[in-house]
């Protein structure tokens, strides 16, 4: 399998990383043509404001649109979940560009500026009965989920931070920042 993963701004080497020790091809998605090559994409972690402009700019937001309509598997990590989000609880900012192709409403820095930065042990049942030890970076979460959203995680006051909606995964922390595949192994099973 060919896993693109979105290349503009942010945490996008450390999944490359994991994806080529778990045995795959990776491509750096920066531009349209790209994308033809790729059967699936992760949108990492970083600024979403400025991805999703850049995702205008190098003339992105359409192509990856269709091919999630064509049923490419896309999960989008911090970041790339704000830009998977079809809503924004503090509303989007004037002109902000994003997918929109889950139906999630998410919260922006929930959790504090850069400061307020932690890590959690999640309990994920289709990851096993071993906790998924998360590191949440300025971290969005999940305010509400749709209909046909699975919420896949939690934190111990019940807060989502991660959600699966068909071939969409949504995730407000960072699994490319440890050493634990399994939720780019639930990605690629997808």
């Known amino acids: 399998m060919n ?4 290349a503009l701004q942010g ?16 491509t750096q998605v920066r531009l349209p043509q790209h994308l033809d090559t790729i059967d699936r994409l992760i949108i990492p972690g970083g600024e979403s404001t ?6 205008v700019a190098y003339k992105l937001l359409e192509p990856i649109r269709e ?16 830009l998977l989000a079809k809503d924004i609880a503090e509303g989007r ?22 400061l ?6 999640l309990n994920v049942a289709d990851l096993g009965d071993q ?19 699975e919420a896949l ?7 989502i931070v991660a959600a699966r909606q068909g071939r969409f995964l949504a995730t407000a922390f960072h699994p490319e920042l440890t050493n634990d595949s399994r939720f780019h192994e639930l990605f690629l099973e997808m």
Do not use: Y
């Open 116 to 121: 307020d930065s932690f890590e959690a042990d």
């Open 3 to 6: 896993i693109g993963v979105l």
């Open 131 to 149: 906790p998924f030890h998360a590191v949440f970076i300025r971290a969005p979460l999940i305010d509400k989920v749709g209909v046909g959203v």
């Open 67 to 82: 091919r999630a309509l064509q049923e490419m598997p896309i999960w989008g990590t911090c970041a790339g979940m704000i």
């Open 93 to 114: 900012p004037e002109g902000q560009p994003a997918l929109r192709l889950m139906d999630i409403t998410a919260r922006r820095n929930a959790f504090g500026r850069q």
């Open 153 to 159: 995680a939690a934190l111990d006051d019940g807060r």
């Open 11 to 26: 945490a996008f080497i450390e999944h490359e990383h994991i994806l080529r020790r778990l045995g795959h091809e990776v």
């Open 50 to 55: 400025t991805i999703g402009k850049l995702l």
